[in-house]
């Protein structure tokens, strides 16, 4: 697992050319929070408002859109809308239909492997969603995350 820290997203913002401010600074400290876990950009909104009342959902936007073009966070579309996350391992993000939490589920390297074993393709992305009932609203007792 590689360790992350605040630093990490605050170099990736500086060699993507934007300066630290303020308010940038207060999303990287939301974002840094969030392991393990998902937000969308109004999730970092209502939190930072909070902080930096200024801030504007655009601002965050853009923060969070360079992060993950710096490769340092994930994101990926479901329930029509766009989710971040650190979680950079291979994983499934499962979404219950039910009460709509995400819980990363881990994927079979097998098929990364299988599919890296095909001439010319290398898998550099995954965006797996798969839907289903949690382990809370199946009423399955014990197992409590
Ligand atoms: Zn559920
Ligand atoms: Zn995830």
Redesign the pocket.
């Known amino acids: 697992m590689l360790e992350m820290s605040k630093e990490y997203y605050v170099n990736a913002l500086r060699e993507s050319k934007f300066k630290i401010t303020p308010q940038r600074l207060q999303v990287i400290k939301y974002v840094n929070s969030k392991t393990p876990g998902h937000f969308t950009a109004e999730d970092v909104y209502q939190s930072v408002r909070k902080i930096e009342p200024t801030i504007t959902l655009a601002t965050i936007y853009n923060i969070l859109k360079a992060l993950r073009d710096a490769g340092t966070i994930n994101s990926f579309e479901a329930n029509g809308t766009t989710w971040f996350e650190t979680n950079h391992e291979f994983h499934g993000n499962f979404i219950?239909?039910?009460?709509?939490?995400i819980t990363d589920v881990p994927i079979s390297n097998e098929l990364i492997n299988d599919l890296n074993s095909l001439d010319g393709f290398t898998v550099e992305n995954v965006s797996l969603i798969l839907s289903g009932?949690?382990?809370?609203?199946?009423g399955v007792k014990g197992k409590q995350s």
């Open positions: 219950c239909s039910n009460c709509g939490k009932t949690c382990e809370k609203c199946s």
